[in-house]
């Protein structure tokens, strides 16, 4: 099997090569929009986590002992940020 040496130590088989006007345009749009499918769906997670976590501040004690929390449990959760699971 034949190489190409990069300007690193990096070796890339020639087989696995672009040829001249191939450009993966599908491989990489394919890349894209799954990128910004990811991207978008950490962004409505990181917003439902917020409203849900400004949703439990509202409940009453008598919710909040329903369910086992008490008022420090949910300072505690409300005041982590949005990105913090």
Known sequence: MSTA???SCHVIPLSRRRRPGS???ARHGRSW???VRRA???LLTWRERAQQRRDLQCLSDH???DI???RADVFAEASKPFWRP
């Open 5 to 7: 040496r990069t300007g």
């Open 23 to 25: 450009f993966g345009v």
């Open 33 to 35: 929009a799954s990128a």
């Open 40 to 42: 978008v769906a950490l």
């Open 63 to 65: 919710m909040l002992r």
């Open 68 to 70: 086992g929390l008490t």
